[in-house]
């Protein structure tokens, strides 16, 4: 089992910056994909980004140039950084894990169904 625990949601204004943290315990986190979705009410879960176990990442066009996704397997956590948020950003921001050695593509980090495990989520409300 892996617990995951995401903190650093919050409001802010449209082009201000806000960190998202991910903390892993339980298994060993460096065996772990770990990647942020987002989600809005009453739609499914969108891919923002990826870090593989050996640090390849890969984010959503959306988001690409403004958030980064990083992570420290001393400390067991995995970070978002957002930068120039827009009001479409608003969402609940979800941490998940997944045990993958590989990947054909790296597309397959955009699917859920690749994660084990997903924290509770994160609120973030950008305003205008």
């Known amino acids: 089992q892996v617990q995951l625990v995401e903190s650093g949601g919050g409001l802010v204004q449209a082009g201000d910056s806000l960190r998202l943290s991910c903390a892993a315990s339980?298994?060993?986190?460096?065996?772990?994909?770990m990647a942020w979705f987002q989600q809005t009410p009453g739609e499914e879960r969108e891919f923002v980004g990826a870090?593989?176990?050996?640090?390849?990442?890969t984010y959503a066009d959306s988001v690409k140039g403004r958030f980064t996704i990083s992570r420290d397997n001393a400390e067991n956590t995995v970070s978002l950084q957002m930068t120039s948020l827009r009001p479409e950003d608003t969402a609940v921001y979800y941490c998940?894990?997944?045990?993958?050695?590989?990947?054909?593509?790296?597309?397959?980090?955009?699917?859920?169904?690749?994660?084990?495990?997903w924290g509770q989520g994160t609120r973030v409300t950008v305003s205008s």
């Open positions: 998940a894990a997944a045990r993958v050695t590989y990947v054909s593509s790296s597309n397959a980090y955009a699917s859920t169904s690749l994660y084990n495990y």
């Open positions: 339980g298994r060993t986190f460096s065996n772990y994909a």
């Open positions: 870090i593989s176990r050996s640090g390849d990442i």
